[in-house]
C-alpha cells in the first residue's frame, strides 16, 4: 500500500510515517522544496504523476499564541490552500482513503469540559487562533462534502496538544510544551536564578505524546467503514483524540522544571494571555472503539528533552511553516 503523508517532516507526520513504515506500508513523501502544497497545479501533478492508495494529510503551518497573532493572514491562507489542494486533488486522482489532522482549536472558546465532538460550530472561537481554527474546521468539512457527494472515505481526527520528539523548539514561534523545556534547559545552562512564563498559569491543557497521536491515527484510518460510520454522523465525522487529563500550566511548567533539573524560581507574567482556559477533549467515541494512550506525561518531557539535547542545533532551526 502506498500512503501519501503530508507534513513528514514535522512532529505528527514523522510520527505517523515511521509507524506505516513499521507496518510494511510504502510512504511516500515530498520536502516543501520538492512539493509546494499550496500550489495547485504542482499538487496535481503531483498526484497524477504517483500511484497513491490513501493520503495522510498532517502538513500545516502551526504555531503557539504569538505566532498566530503575528501572522493570522499567513495561517488561514495557507492551511486552506494546503488542505483544499490536497483534498481536491486527492478526490480527482481517484484516491477514495484520507485522513485529516485537525487541531482541538476548533471548538469554541466558551465551551463544556471536556469538549464533545458535537460542541463544533456551537459558539465563537478563541480570538488568538481563530484564522487557524476556522481554516481547520474547512478541513473537516471538505473531508465530510466530498464523502456526501462522491462517496469517499475521508476521515478527520483532532488531537489535543502534542509533543515529543520532533516537535518544533523555535524560541518565538513554538507551542507551550517546547517552549518550557528550552526556555528551563537554556535556563540551567546560563545560571539563571529564574524563569518568566507568558500567562497567569492557570489555564488547563492536556497533552498527548505524538507517539500515541501516531498510534489513533492509524487506528482510525484502519477502522472498516462500517463501524467507523456507525461511530460517527455525515455532517459529524470527525474524532477527538486525547489522554483523557489536564494539567495547569503552572503544574506543566513546575514538572518540566524538575525533569530539566532547574531549581530557581518560576514566575508567571499575568500581563501575558492565557488564551483559552481550559482545552480537555471528550475522547470517549474513540476509547469505545477500542484505542487508549500509553505514553505517561513524566515519561514523555523526559523523553522529548533527551531529544532535544541531542538534536538541539537542529531542532532550533525547526521552522514554524513545518
Known sequence: MRVYVAGH????????????????AEVVTRTHAELDLTDQQAV???FVAEQIDAVVLAAAKVGGIH?????PADFIYENLMIECNVIHQAFKAGIRKLLFLGSSCIYPREVAQPMREDALLTGILEPTNEPYAVAKIAGIKLCESYNRQYGTDYRSVMPTNLYGPGDNFHPENSHVMPALIRRFHEAVQDGLDHVAIWGSGTPH???????????????????PLERYQANTQP????????YGEDVTIRELAQL??????????????????????RKLMDSSRLTAMGW????????GIEETYQ???TNMASSQAVSASH
Do not use: C, Q
Open 9 to 24: 517532516r514535522g512532529m505528527v507526520g514523522g510520527a505517523i510515517s515511521r509507524k506505516l513504515t513499521e507496518r510494511g
Open 256 to 277: 518540566v522544571a524538575k525533569v530539566i533539573g532547574f531549581t530557581g524560581e518560576i514566575v508567571f507574567d499575568a500581563s501575558k494571555p492565557d488564551g483559552t482556559m
Open 292 to 299: 487508549k494512550p500509553t505514553v505517561n506525561l513524566a515519561d
Open 307 to 309: 531529544w532535544f539535547k
Open 235 to 242: 455532517m459529524l465525522s470527525h474524532i477527538n483524540v486525547g
Open 205 to 223: 491543557r492536556e497533552f498527548l505524546h505524538v507517539d500515541d497521536m501516531a498510534e489513533a491515527s492509524l487506528f482510525v484510518l484502519d477502522l
Open 67 to 71: 505566532a498566530n497573532n503575528t501572522y
Open 44 to 46: 496535481r501533478d503531483f
